[in-house]
C-alpha cells in the first residue's frame, strides 16, 4: 500500500451527505478522499435533483407570471412564448456552476476527489474500478458511506425515461407534453408537476391516499390541493395504477379506485412513489454492516457509526427524511464524531420545504402529530391576506400556523404555505431551535412590511388563544 492510497476517511459518494462530510474532515486536518462514480460531483440533489428542478421553478414561475400575471400590474406584454431550449440550457448551466463549486470546494481543500465505482472489502480498506478499467485499493482509519437513494419503482411501469419516466427524465423532455401523468402526489409529482403545467401541459396527479403530501399538516395538505386544484391540476386521489401499456404515441394507463377500474391516456408518466436507499454493490454484506431488512437503510448509533465500528453511513441510506439538508448535516456530525467532537442532529428541528407556487414549508410536529401523541396544544394562524407586503406584491393565497404547548408556550410546530416561506421557515427553525415559546416570537420586532410579519401574527394568534 502506498502512502498515496493510504488516507484519514475514505468517504464514498459526493451528493450533500458526502461532499459536505469530506470538506468538513478536511477543514479538521483529516487526509481525506472522496470516491464518485459519476462524472461530475454533487450527487443525485445537484445533478438531478433539488437544483436542476428549483432552476425550471424559477423558470417556469417567470413564464407564467409574464403569461397571465402581469396585466394586475398593470404590464401589458403581447403573447410571451416558450424558448424551452433556452430554459433547459439555463437549468443545465446553473448545474454546471454549482457542481464546478464542489469541485472546487473539494480540491482546494485538498480532498482526492476520485472517480470510480467503489466497494468496501472490509473494515479499512475500499476497492475502486475506475472508470478507465483500473482497479486502486484505499487505505482508511475510517470509511463514511453516502450513497445515497434511487426511485421506487411500481409493478408494471417500467421506466424507459422516455414515456415514462423518473425526476430526471422529467427535467429534460423536450418538448411540453400534451398530457402529463403523475403518479405519486408527494414532493418530487408536486413540483415537476407544477413546472411542466406552467409550461403547458394538462397534468393529473394519481395518489394512492386520500390526501396529497400526507406528510404535511393536515390544514397545510388541503389549502395546497386547492390552490393546486385552482391552478388547474387534476387530482385522482384513493387511486392506485395497476398496469400501463407504451405506444409510440403515449401510455395507456389503467387505474384502480373504490373497486372501479378505468384506463386513460397520456403523453408521458412520471413515477414518484418515493425513493429507497441505494446500497447495492458496496460489499456491505461481505464486511457485516447490518441493514434494516425491511427498508433497506444502512443501520448506525447515534454517531453515526455502523456495525462495523471503523464504517459510518449517512443521508438517504440511513433513516430520517431523504432531505440533502438533513443528509448535509449527518455528514457533518458524523466527521465530528470520528474526530471525538461534539456531534448532534436535532431531527425535532429539520425543516421542509415544497417549491410550489404558493410554497409550503414546515418545522416540527403537525397539528394530527399532537393529537396522536396527546400533547395538549394551542394553535394560532394568519392569512397572507391580512400581510402588507403580500397584498403589495399581489401573492395574498396562504397561511401561517404556529402551534405550541398549551402549557409552556412552547413552539412545537411551525407550518406555513404562502409566498417565499421557503425562505421565512428559517426563522421558525432558530426559534424552535433556540426552546422558543410564541411570545418570544409575537415580541420579536419584524421589519415592516414584510411576509415574515405573518409569523409575528399568527404567534399573536396563539397567545390570544392562551390568554382566553
Ligand atoms: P414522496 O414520499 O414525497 O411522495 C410519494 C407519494 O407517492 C406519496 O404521497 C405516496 O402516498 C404516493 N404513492 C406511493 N406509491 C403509490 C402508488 N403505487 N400509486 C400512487 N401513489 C403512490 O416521494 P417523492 O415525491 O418520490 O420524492 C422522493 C424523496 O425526494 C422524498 O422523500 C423527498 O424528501 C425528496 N424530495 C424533496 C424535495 C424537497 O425537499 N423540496 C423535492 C423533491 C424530492
Redesign the pocket.
Known amino acids: 500500500m502506498t502512502a498515496e492510497n493510504t488516507y484519514d476517511l475514505v468517504v464514498i459518494g459526493s451528493g450533500p451527505a458526502g461532499y459536505t462530510a469530506a470538506a468538513k474532515a478536511s477543514g479538521l486536518g483529516m487526509t481525506v478522499a472522496c470516491v464518485e462514480k459519476a462524472p461530475r460531483p454533487g450527487g443525485v440533489c445537484l445533478n438531478v435533483?433539488?437544483i436542476p428542478?428549483k432552476a425550471l421553478l424559477d423558470s417556469s414561475e417567470i413564464y407564467a407570471m409574464a403569461k397571465s400575471g402581469l396585466s394586475a400590474h398593470g404590464i401589458r406584454v403581447t403573447d410571451p412564448t416558450l424558448d424551452l431550449s433556452t430554459m433547459m440550457t439555463r437549468k443545465d448551466q446553473v448545474v454546471e456552476a454549482l457542481t464546478g463549486q464542489v469541485r472546487k470546494l473539494l480540491e482546494g481543500g485538498r480532498v482526492a476527489l476520485l472517480q470510480g465505482t467503489a466497494r468496501v472489502m472490509d473494515a479499512h480498506r475500499v476497492e475502486v474500478a475506475g472508470s478507465d478499467g483500473g482497479i486502486s485499493i484505499l487505505e482508511a482509519k475510517f470509511i463514511l458511506l453516502a450513497t445515497g437513494s434511487v426511485?421506487v419503482t411500481?409493478p408494471g411501469l417500467e421506466f424507459d425515461e422516455d414515456r415514462i419516466v423518473t425526476s430526471t427524465g422529467a427535467l429534460k423532455f423536450t418538448e411540453v407534453p400534451k398530457t402529463l401523468g403523475i403518479?405519486?402526489?408527494?414532493?418530487?409529482?408536486l413540483?415537476l408537476g407544477s413546472v411542466w403545467q406552467r409550461l403547458g401541459a394538462k397534468v393529473t396527479v394519481?395518489?394512492?391516499?386520500p390526501q396529497?403530501?400526507?406528510s404535511l399538516d393536515g390544514q397545510i395538505s388541503r389549502a395546497l390541493k386547492r390552490t393546486l386544484d385552482k391552478q388547474g391540476m387534476a387530482f385522482r386521489l384513493k387511486t392506485?395504477?395497476t398496469r400501463a401499456a407504451v405506444s409510440k404515441d403515449g401510455v395507456k394507463i389503467s387505474l384502480e379506485s373504490g373497486g372501479k377500474s378505468e384506463s386513460v391516456d397520456f403523453d408521458r408518466v412520471l413515477v414518484?412513489?418515493?425513493?429507497k436507499p441505494l446500497t447495492t454493490g458496496l460489499g456491505l454484506e461481505t464486511v457485516g454492516v447490518e441493514k434494516d431488512p425491511k427498508t433497506g437503510h444502512v443501520r448506525v448509533n447515534a454517531r453515526y457509526q455502523t456495525s462495523v465500528s471503523s464504517i459510518y453511513a449517512v443521508g438517504d441510506i440511513v433513516p430520517g427524511?431523504?432531505?440533502a439538508h438533513k443528509a448535509s448535516a449527518e455528514g457533518i456530525a458524523a466527521v465530528e464524531a470520528m474526530a471525538g467532537l461534539f456531534s448532534e442532529v436535532n431531527y425535532d428541528t429539520l425543516p421542509?420545504?415544497?417549491?410550489t407556487w404558493p410554497e409550503v414549508a414546515g418545522v416540527g410536529l403537525t397539528e394530527e402529530q399532537l393529537k396522536a401523541r396527546g400533547i395538549p396544544y394551542v394553535a394560532g394562524a394568519y392569512p397572507f391576506s391580512g400581510n402588507a407586503r403580500a397584498r403589495c406584491m399581489g401573492e395574498t393565497e396562504g397561511l401561517v400556523k404556529i402551534l405550541s404547548h398549551a402549557r409552556t408556550d412552547r413552539v412545537l410546530g411551525v407550518h406555513m404555505i404562502g409566498p417565499r416561506v421557503s425562505e421565512m421557515i428559517a426563522e421558525a427553525v432558530m426559534s424552535m431551535e433556540m426552546g422558543a415559546s410564541s411570545e418570544d416570537i409575537a415580541r420579536t420586532v419584524h421589519s415592516h412590511p414584510t411576509f415574515s410579519e405573518a409569523l409575528m401574527e399568527a404567534a399573536g394568534a396563539v397567545q390570544r388563544q392562551l390568554k382566553k
Open positions: 435533483g433539488c428542478s426511485p411500481v403518479i405519486g402526489g408527494g414532493y418530487i409529482g413540483e394519481i395518489e394512492m391516499l396529497i403530501a400526507a392506485t395504477v414518484a412513489v418515493g425513493r427524511p431523504m432531505l421542509s420545504v415544497i417549491y
